[in-house]
Nanobody, 124 residues
Framework: QVQLVESGGGLVQAGGSLRLSCAAS????????LGWFRQAPGKEREVVAA???????YYADSVKGRFTISRDNGKNRVYLQMDSLKREDTAVYYC??????????????????WGQGTQVTVSS
């Protein structure tokens, strides 16, 4: 069982930066793949970035070069550094954990545990 709590959301101007943090409970944190998803009003939840338990990373095309995912297994945390933010990045951002050993898909249904979400609003 893993419990996830996100923090770091807020209001930022376009071009600015935010760093999201997700704190996880559970002694086997290092065994999980972790992901950041987002959901804008009227849209489906989509993957933003993911990090495999062995360290590989994945980014959605829309955020490549602007967002960076990282994990600190010693602190049971996963982070999402968001730079050069755009209005279209406005959404509720969720942290998620996945128990698969491998990976190849990044659908919300692939993930077993979810945080409550944190709002990110980018103004022009």
């Amino acid at each position: 069982q893993v419990q996830l709590v996100e923090s770091g959301g807020g209001l930022v101007q376009a071009g600015g930066s935010l760093r999201l943090s997700c704190a996880a409970s559970g002694r086997t944190f290092s065994n999980y793949n972790l992901g950041w998803f987002r959901q804008a009003p009227g849209k489906e939840r989509e993957v933003v970035a993911a990090v495999h338990w062995a360290g590989a990373t994945y980014y959605a095309d829309s955020v490549k070069g602007r967002f960076t995912i990282s994990r600190d297994n010693g602190k049971n945390r996963v982070y999402l550094q968001m730079d050069s933010l755009k209005r279209e990045d406005t959404a509720v951002y969720y942290c998620a954990a996945d128990q698969r050993r491998g990976w190849g898909t990044f659908y919300p249904s692939d993930y077993d545990y979810w945080g409550q979400g944190t709002q990110v609003t980018v103004s022009s």
